[in-house]
């Protein structure tokens, strides 16, 4: 049973550029989640994905958006990036219907 | 008021020691309890996870929660080294479709 992962492991980008972080879920798990973690802060739900479908969404705006595709894995794209998008982002998977997630190691972006 | 409190400490405890990390949190709708360790800069672990009121223990971990005092707590036994890390309590209203909403953390070290 494989983990999940998440690519690249850091990236260094600057304010107004584009970015494509992307995840590949557990294996079996067809939900994923991206949460934002800032410095010092518990993790901030961004959005959800089932089947493709964005299912669920927290307090970000539309620059944030994400795809699932077939295979499960998902992508978040963030365009015109802003100083306080630097945080680590972080993608987790479950089955759906199940409580538990499970998180990769999570993308550490900054952003200058 | 934010809806899940937690000390952000820093906790520095002897190697031995029993630990107990806590949670408040305003939403009487929370009904599943998690508890993730977090070493830096990686992805949170799932530690311990509790559904409504009860506790639940697992080797040197156990998990208590008080629905009636909004009070969630994490114990440690014979705290290791190993154990120094940021503690995240989680909790989300219903299963599956609804967001983690995390605590900021508490930061743990247990010294030699």
């Known amino acids: 049973e494989t983990g999940v992962t998440q690519s690249p492991t850091h990236l260094i980008k600057t304010r107004g550029q584009q970015v494509t972080l992307r995840c590949s879920s557990q294996?079996?798990?067809?939900?994923v989640s991206w949460y934002q973690q800032a410095l010092g802060q518990g993790p901030q739900f961004i959005f959800q994905?089932?089947?493709?479908?964005?299912?669920g969404r927290g307090n970000f705006p539309p620059r944030f958006s994400g795809l699932q595709f077939p295979n499960y894995s998902s992508e978040l794209n963030v365009n015109a990036l802003e100083l306080d998008d630097s945080a680590l982002y972080l993608c987790?998977?479950?089955?759906?219907?199940?409580?538990?997630?499970?998180f990769g190691s999570g993308t550490q972006l900054s952003v200058l | 008021q934010k809806e899940v409190e937690q000390d952000p400490g820093p906790l520095s405890v002897p190697e031995g020691a029993i630990v107990s990390l806590n949670c408040t949190y305003s939403?009487?709708?929370?009904?599943?309890f998690m508890w993730y360790r977090q070493y830096s800069r990686k992805g949170p672990e799932l530690l311990m996870y509790?559904?409504?009121?009860g506790n639940k223990e697992d080797g040197r971990f156990t998990a208590q929660v008080d629905k009636s005092s909004k009070y969630i707590s994490l114990f440690i036994r014979d705290s290791q080294p190993s154990d120094s890390a940021t503690y995240l309590c989680?909790?989300?209203?219903?299963?599956?479709?609804?967001?983690?909403?995390f605590g900021k953390g508490t930061r743990l070290s247990v010294i030699a």
């Open positions: 987790a998977s479950s089955f759906a219907g199940e409580e538990k997630l499970f």
């Open positions: 294996s079996g798990h067809n939900t």
């Open positions: 994905y089932y089947r493709e479908e964005e299912n």
């Open positions: 939403n009487s709708a929370f009904q599943y």
């Open positions: 509790t559904y409504s009121s």
């Open positions: 989680a909790m989300r209203r219903n299963s599956g479709n609804t967001p983690l909403v």
